[in-house]
């Protein structure tokens, strides 16, 4: 037998509701789970011990973790630790943190080789649960789960890395913004060919040179930026400040298109990397 005590009457039931639908989309009529005291859930395996536990208990235990209580540990790490109190804050922070926890942003490397959360509760689970047994759920959670733990701080810092990283870039772009609001433009129409590099072009499809965009650069926008601002595309683009922007490109998440785009709001019109030509064409021919 397998009897599990909980602190919250809601948390039982949760458990208890859980392992009876397991049980029953497996069709298993080995196994029996009472909830006969509100705080108590006893699980009775007839036969196949290892097998149930491996298939009902540990699953059910695992998901039950992650809904009902990892975010509340994320956000008291959040606040007591890293001490972030407000509400957007932290909900924006806990939103990174379940990204990461889902294996999303592979890239960053402080999540690359994390072993997979459900992997480490369940392993931690495995290592526990020795039929027969009778255990406090809450003791478990508290001094059983130290590797998922330890893992689950890394994952919350590299969040909030993630996320002050966010606040300085919007930080940047609002900068930009701002700066770009103020100027006069110094053409109407701009186009710009995304073909790996950023080609420029004026209103009748004339490529504008490096060496002549360099010269509108306004020297104030590099040097009163917090962050560094590419010299061969934004730094160019945000000084003439054109009313109009057409880019034509194949790849719309390109993160320069996306900061573009962030800039000049609805000033930007994107457009497929095909379709250069034939405007290109039309205008000449007009």
Same mark, same amino acid.
């Given at each position: 037998?397998?009897?599990?005590?909980?602190?919250?009457?809601?948390?039982?039931?949760?458990?208890?509701?859980? =392992?009876?639908?397991?049980?029953?989309?497996?069709?298993?009529?080995?196994?029996?789970?009472?909830?006969?005291?509100?705080?108590?859930?006893?699980?009775?395996?007839?036969?196949?011990?290892?097998?149930?536990?491996?298939?009902?208990?540990?699953?059910?235990?695992?998901?039950?973790?992650?809904?009902?209580?990892?975010?509340?540990?994320?956000?008291?790490?959040?606040?007591?630790?890293?001490?972030?109190?407000?509400?957007?804050?932290?909900?924006?922070?806990?939103?990174?943190?379940?990204?990461?926890?889902?294996?999303?942003?592979? #890239?960053?490397?402080?999540?690359?080789?994390?072993?997979?959360?459900?992997?480490?509760?369940? #392993?931690?689970?495995?290592?526990?649960?020795?039929? %027969? *047994? +009778? /255990?406090?759920?809450?003791?478990?959670?508290?001094?059983?789960?130290?590797?998922?733990?330890? *893992?689950?701080?890394?994952?919350?810092?590299?969040?909030?890395?993630?996320?002050?990283? #966010?606040?300085?870039?919007?930080?940047?772009?609002?900068?930009?913004? #701002?700066?770009?609001?103020?100027?006069?433009?110094?053409?109407?129409?701009?186009?710009? =060919?995304?073909?790996?590099?950023?080609?420029?072009?004026?209103?009748?499809?004339?490529?504008?040179?490096?060496?002549?965009?360099?010269?509108?650069?306004?020297?104030? =926008?590099?040097? @009163?930026? %917090?962050?560094?601002?590419? +010299?061969?595309?934004?730094? %160019? =683009?945000?000084?003439?400040? %054109?009313?109009?922007?057409?880019?034509?490109?194949?790849?719309?998440?390109?993160?320069?298109?996306?900061?573009? @785009?962030?800039? /000049?709001?609805?000033?930007?019109?994107?457009?497929?990397?095909?379709?250069?030509?034939?405007?290109?064409?039309?205008?000449?021919? *007009?």
């Amino acid at each position: 037998m397998i009897e599990m005590h909980f602190q919250e009457v809601t948390d039982a039931q949760k458990i208890y509701k859980g =392992l009876l639908k397991k049980v029953k989309a497996l069709s298993i009529d080995y196994i029996e789970v009472r909830n006969e005291e509100a705080n108590v859930v006893s699980v009775f395996i007839s036969e196949k011990t290892n097998y149930a536990v491996q298939v009902v208990i540990i699953p059910v235990l695992t998901e039950f973790i992650i809904k009902n209580k990892e975010d509340n540990w994320i956000l008291d790490y959040i606040e007591n630790l890293f001490y972030f109190t407000d509400f957007e804050e932290k909900k924006q922070i806990l939103e990174i943190t379940k990204a990461l926890m889902d294996g999303n942003n592979p #890239e960053i490397p402080a999540v690359q080789n994390v072993v997979p959360r459900n992997q480490l509760i369940m #392993e931690a689970l495995q290592d526990f649960l020795q039929v %027969p *047994i +009778s /255990f406090s759920f809450e003791s478990f959670l508290k001094f059983r789960m130290r590797t998922y733990n330890e *893992i689950l701080l890394q994952i919350i810092e590299s969040a909030i890395d993630e996320y002050k990283l #966010e606040q300085e870039y919007q930080t940047f772009i609002q900068g930009l913004r #701002e700066f770009r609001e103020k100027r006069e433009p110094k053409l109407d129409q701009l186009h710009i =060919l995304h073909d790996e590099q950023f080609y420029f072009y004026n209103d009748s499809f004339t490529e504008i040179k490096r060496d002549e965009l360099f010269k509108f650069i306004d020297r104030k =926008l590099i040097l @009163h930026q %917090p962050m560094y601002i590419d +010299s061969a595309v934004l730094a %160019p =683009l945000v000084s003439i400040a %054109p009313k109009s922007i057409s880019i034509y490109t194949d790849q719309i998440d390109n993160g320069m298109i996306q900061t573009i @785009h962030n800039i /000049f709001l609805e000033n930007v019109t994107i457009y497929t990397k095909k379709s250069f030509e034939n405007r290109r064409l039309k205008a000449k021919k *007009i």
